[in-house]
């Protein structure tokens, strides 16, 4: 499976962006998906996963309200809606599929894509 992530950019403090994660291979269906962002100087972190099926989403606390993980599976694609964005989400923002169909927090995440930049200023 490969994932390849668009839809970063730089937006000012309270603007959205969608992100979008589109994967090649027959099994994505079956996957959890995730994904997890990493900022300067930080370790990377889980941000948002859902579920094989999209019912069952998974995220960080500080997101909470603010972002929306979701899939298509017919187009192999999951995305990431994010709004009132903070300078603190500033970050390289990557995909990540797991064979373990929770796509939680947990779950082994064996593929990677390259990652997108998502900078947010004040």
């Known amino acids: 499976v490969q994932l390849v992530e668009s839809g970063g950019g730089s937006v000012q403090t309270g603007g959205s962006l969608r992100l979008s994660c589109a994967a090649s291979?027959?099994?994505?269906?079956?996957?959890?998906m995730g994904w997890f962002r990493q900022a300067p100087g930080k370790e990377r972190e889980f941000v948002a996963g859902?579920?094989?099926?999209?019912?069952?989403?998974y995220y960080t606390n500080s997101i909470k309200g603010r972002f929306a993980i979701s899939r298509d599976n017919a187009k192999n694609t999951v995305y990431l809606q994010m709004n009132i964005l903070k300078p603190g989400d500033t970050a390289v923002y990557y995909c990540?599929?797991?064979?373990?169909?929770?796509?939680?927090?947990?779950?082994?995440?064996?593929?990677w894509g390259q990652g997108t930049q998502v900078t947010v200023s004040s």
């Open positions: 990540a599929g797991s064979r373990d169909q929770r796509g939680a927090d947990t779950s082994p995440y064996a593929y």
């Open positions: 859902l579920d094989w099926s999209g019912t069952v989403a």
């Open positions: 291979g027959r099994t994505f269906s079956s996957f959890g």
